[in-house]
T-cell receptor, first 114, second 110 residues
Framework: DAGVIQSPRHEVTEMGQEVTLRCKPISGHDYLFWYRQTMMRGLELLIYFNNNVPIDDSGMPEDRFSAKMPNASFSTLKIQPSEPRDSAVYFC????????????FGEGSRLTVL | GEDVEQSLFLSVREGDSSVINCTYTDSSSTYLYWYKQEPGAGLQLLTYIFSNMDMKQDQRLTVLLNKKDKHLSLRIADTQTGDSAIYFCAVEDSNYQLIWGAGTKLIIKP
């Protein structure tokens, strides 16, 4: 399997623009997680899905952030409008329900908002 | 809620053993994990231990768990330059979700 695939790897945008990050989980995994990593706050769980259904979005910082999982092989994280403080590395991870702590991470999407 | 603490940096000489420590607060945690993050990459699961064990060994890695003191450690024997990375401790909470430490950056001196 190719592992968790994220795109884009790098995104530079201007404040106020819409940003869409994409993730393809490992086939057969039924949990999908979106994390954000910054130097100041470390690794933060934003939202996770089970069988394409959002279970806990309490980590989503503001209404500017939204995530969807229209099917088992695709998820998006959208920021609209983006702000400089959203600059971070965003990770997608997936896991099997029988081993929810064994996460497989993508390479991350590094977002810079100017 | 659950809290997981790690020191931010550890510096060791190549060939020595590295010991990365982690403390946590939730005594009901069933699984405890160590992840490794190399520069520019995602996190990768290194190893994990079930709470009814006190030690687990996997090649150069040894995990020690002291449930009484809520202390977890990762020992890397014969540390190599390729071991340079950030090591994250993660503990499963009562909702089966992971609570993460801040990560320990392992620096290898030649």
């Amino acid at each position: 399997d190719a592992g968790v695939i994220q795109s884009p790897r790098h995104e530079v945008t201007e404040m106020g623009q819409e940003v869409t990050l994409r993730c393809k989980p490992i086939s057969g995994h039924d949990y999908l997680f979106w994390y954000r990593q910054t130097m100041m706050r470390g690794l933060e769980l934003l939202i996770y899905f089970n069988n394409n259904v959002p279970i806990d979005d309490s980590g989503m910082p503001e209404d500017r952030f939204s995530a969807k999982m229209p099917n088992a092989s695709f998820s998006t994280l959208k920021i609209q409008p983006s702000e400089p403080r959203d600059s971070a590395v965003y990770f997608c991870a997936s896991s099997l329900g029988t081993a929810t702590g064994e996460l497989f991470f993508g390479e991350g999407s590094r977002l810079t908002v100017l | 809620g659950e809290d997981v603490e790690q020191s931010l940096f550890l510096s060791v000489r190549e060939g020595d053993s590295s010991v990365i420590n982690c403390t946590y607060t939730d005594s009901s945690s069933t699984y405890l994990y160590w992840y490794k993050q190399e520069p520019g990459a995602g996190l990768q699961l290194l190893t994990y231990i079930f709470s009814n064990m006190d030690m687990k060994q996997d090649q150069r890695l040894t995990v020690l768990l002291n449930k009484k003191d809520k202390h977890l450690s990762l020992r890397i024997a014969d540390t190599q330059t390729g071991d340079s990375a950030i090591y994250f401790c993660a503990v499963e909470d009562s909702n089966y979700q992971l609570i993460w430490g801040a990560g320990t950056k392992l620096i290898i001196k030649p």
